[in-house]
């Protein structure tokens, strides 16, 4: 037991009958840290949350959280509390009884409990919607009003599934810097589950990239984008170009590639498949003669001053400390 | 039941007023037609008669075209009357309360322990196939296991538990009461288990995550959200508790009044506005306990 850490999963696995959802993951998460689950559906993130939470038993081994083993606590003895994806508010309350309806079972009096629920309601900015039921508020508030329920409790760790799916682009920005400021106001630990990889990279302290119900990589977002383990991620990422040459293969940024002339005698030959005009920059297709299509992301003023034709030769060029070999 | 028709038959002609925005769509006026004549000929008028006839006099062989308030001044006149409304509504009231916990559990496990909606629609099914024999027959075949010598005392008398056969079994009020529950509860599981599987299934989750145990969940997030379910429940089982009047005369043996008795013996005698009055007098208690349960409930949330 590590006192520094805020989250230990020691062999962690959860089994569905005969097929592993997740298998045999460790991670240790220090304390006061965002740490972003990171995966595509099905790779065992959700699974991973809800374990931490209670709300799903471990097949096998164990989870620390703060220095003691909760494997087999109900989740109101771990410390932790969730925010799950479809808010879960309870329908019949309105906001200020939704909020305190934890100190309720706890068997707080009233006032008091009404007194912090407010509170916590004036923290996420919505005091003046104490009175409302959920289903007189936008996707967006009732995420306020779930975030301060989960709140109010004090957890050591907050678990949020999925938190900024079902809000449109524009609220799902606003809130993400929200999650951030809040987490970094309570010092404690948030533990995000997401399927955007721009989501994990603006909020993460640490991203865990999962797939196939394992743990692929986990690291700082910078060390994570810059430097994927695999192919996956390298593709799971985004922005990267994943090449095969006889050595094996590597990632190599999008925006650290260059266009040459055909005449160059360096980088991948093939011809301008696609030109797309994305305001700070210009993305470059270019279809290999291997096949295949790889990607340059052109800053505008460079693509506007050497404007490119469409099915022109070319070849895409690097320089050799931006390619890191991954794993296939 | 008449409530699915109800919505069944105003849909249409919703859709009917939309297509034709001004004034009032013919289209709309036919299709409430069918049900406008269904309930005009078998409810509306009759209950006019009803009423009329409450005002009417009457001697030993015919009515008498002459409007009274006599039969509703003996009808509350008479301390018979207040008794046997008082023993109606305890039945009511006891009835109601044993359905609802029944109806409540079993419908918490069907919706909540049964994994699985195949099973959970078996399972439900299995609840209903008493009704696919009459009301009659089914209190009717209470008596042999009731009976002096029926199964339930042969069973203890055998096995020594009793030496005595019990007699309050059958012909008492236990024997109703239990006529009634048998013959209500499904009234009750159905509004209930409805409701409950309307219940989001993270919402358990979330108040055991905020530290709800199962008491708590049932009472601070389960019990509310079936509120509706119930308050349907308790109109079908009090509507039909309180109008009953075959399970009482089969189960209390000729020995236990009830209002709905107490109009028939009134037909019987060809006392038609007397019984007439206290029909009426009937029909506003528990048009008043549905009013009630409605300030309680809203019922539209299910519909």
Redesign the interface.
Known sequence: MHPALDVELISVTKRYGSTAAVENISLRIPRGTYCCLLGPSGCGKTSTLRMI???ETISEGDIIINGVNVSDL???KRGT??M?Q?Y?????LNCIDNVA??L???GVGKAERRARAGELLSMVQMEKYAERLPAQLSGGQQQRVALA??LI?RPKVLLLDEPLSALDPFLRGAMREELKRLQRELGISFIHVTHSQEEALALADLVVVMDHGVIVQSGAPREVFDTPATAFIARFMGGHNVITNGHGAFAVRADRCRIAPPTANEGLPGSICSIEYLGAVVKVGIATEAGGQIVALLPDDQFFAAPLMMGAPARLVWAPQDAHPVAA | MSTTVDTAAARPAAGATRTRAEGRPLGAWLLALPLALVLGVFLVIPIIMLIVVSFLDYNSVQILWSFVLSNYQEALGSAVTWETFAVTIKYAAITWAITLFLGFWLSYFLAFEVRGTTWQMGLFLVCSIPFLTSNIIRTISWIPALGRNGIVNSVLLHFHIIHQPLTFLLYSQFAIILAFVHLNTLFMVTPIFNSMMRIDRTLIEAARDNGAGFWQTIWNVVLPLSKTGIGIGTIFVITLVMGDFVSVSIMGGGQSASVGIMIQNEMSQLQYPAAAANAVILLAIVLIMVFLILRVVDIRKEL
């Open positions: 939470a209670g709300h109900p989740p109101v509390a969730m799950f479809s879960a508010l309870f329908p019949h309806f934890g309720k079972m706890r329920r989960a409790t």
